[in-house]
């Protein structure tokens, strides 16, 4: 259903194979999640259950992983293919448009900039996709994923994955910037639910990695 209210034609096995396999790998993306935390957040306030979504569709929209991060990748991928250097150069090239409602872009598109290695979930993805035939570019991918790593200077993110693969699949940018954003809501929504029955006295809380004040950094 999803993918004919996007696409004109039907998926073939693979496709559809593909599709609901990456659908279940961003439904949960587990309460250590931004925009899953933000649903949990309004939940446990007493918010509206639209209250919860909305926050969640706020967090998760945005350049760092989020689904704007997906359109951004899937850019990357019409314009570069698998050219690591045009990947390299991809972000020096970049102007943003100065009506664009999103900060300027601080790192490649698809990496996670705060990361030191690609995440064993990430790898499985990818591995995973690419055997049930998600296309050529995910095949690459799989197989030149540290070799990105070392060009781009960042590990790949989910978010890299969600991009290269809905490109393989045909979906333009927008397509699959929305279908980003759509996918991710069946974790949060859960996450708000379970939160709201539990009370804010069980909300787990958890240290910032990226504050300096619960987590200094070490001399150079």
Known sequence: ???????????????????EALAVALANPGPRDASVHAAMCSGVGGSPAAS????????GAGRNGGARDVHDA???WQRCGNDLAAWAAYNAAYASDPV?????????????????????????LVATLAALGAGPNTAWLQAHLDAAANTVGYPLALAGVTACVLH???FTPDEGEML???LRLPGAAAHAL???QHGF??????KLDLDPATNPREPA
């Open 194 to 196: 379970e939160q709201q």
């Open 74 to 76: 899937m850019t990357m």
């Open 201 to 206: 006295k069980q909300f787990p809380f958890y």
């Open 168 to 170: 393989d699949l045909g």
């Open 180 to 182: 980003a954003l759509l």
């Open 1 to 19: 259903m999803l993918w004919l209210l996007m696409r004109p034609e039907l998926p073939d096995g693979p496709q559809l194979r593909v599709l």
């Open 52 to 59: 919860a979504l909305i926050a969640a569709l706020a967090v």
């Open 100 to 124: 664009e409602i999103y900060p300027d872009r601080q790192h490649i598109p698809g990496f996670d900039k705060h990361g030191v290695s690609t995440p064993l979930p990430v790898r499985q």
